[in-house]
């Protein structure tokens, strides 16, 4: 079995049962492997969870730039293209992200290498927003991305719980209407 395949199945089991319930037991049975050949690669399930994590960084960064390479999307699409990949991956009961937020709050001390990964993906995300905002020279487009940033979050928080599609559908509609918003104050429409 490929160590990515293992990945992919640990990452599922990450997003389905939580950071909390996902063991090395637990892995070995689903891929019906022994234990031991799990450790040979992660020695216990810190290590796992690291990996997993770093895994998915690569993934979603590989995301990122192959969006921002995109030359048929605007930077508008480019910014929002976030909400239709994370509707399509909830639809197949994946949620890509959440788990960035969920390392950040069970690994709460902030030189934990599991928080610090977690923290550099969320870091990758807000430059890649504000790197879109000064591309449409938004008025203010540090508050604008630290605004765009705390909606995904709060979906990716919130999905992480509840797992209901319409969430993303409510904080696209929010990330739109701040996009909108900043790009009238831009053009001088609200002074």
């Known amino acids: 079995m490929q160590r990515e395949q293992v990945l992919d199945y ?5 997003e389905q049962k939580g950071f909390t319930l996902v063991s090395l037991e637990m892995l070995a049975d689903g891929l019906a492997i ?3 050949q799990l450790e040979q690669y992660w020695p ?4 796992l969870l690291f990996d997993c994590l770093r895994y998915h960084g690569e993934q ?3 995301w990122r730039s192959k969006l921002l390479l995109d030359d048929t999307l605007d930077p508008q699409q480019k910014l929002l293209a976030r909400y239709q990949v994370l509707d399509e991956q909830v639809r197949q009961q994946r949620y890509p992200g959440c788990l960035f937020v969920a390392a950040c709050s069970f690994y709460p001390a902030t030189d934990h290498p599991i928080h ?4 550099r993906q969320k870091q990758a995300s807000y430059t890649y927003t504000r790197a879109l905002l000064d591309q449409l020279e938004t008025d203010d487009p540090t508050m604008v991305a630290q605004q765009m940033e705390l909606i995904l979050e709060g979906c990716l928080s919130k999905l992480l ?3 209901q599609l319409q969430d993303v559908a409510v904080a696209r509609r929010l990330a739109e209407d701040i996009l909108r918003l900043s790009l009238c104050r831009k053009n001088g429409a609200l002074t």
């Open 34 to 36: 022994p234990r031991t």
């Open 44 to 47: 216990d399930r810190e290590a």
């Open 10 to 14: 640990a990452l599922n089991l990450l």
């Open 161 to 163: 719980v509840k797992h």
């Open 116 to 119: 610090q990964l977690a923290e």
């Open 60 to 62: 979603v960064d590989g």
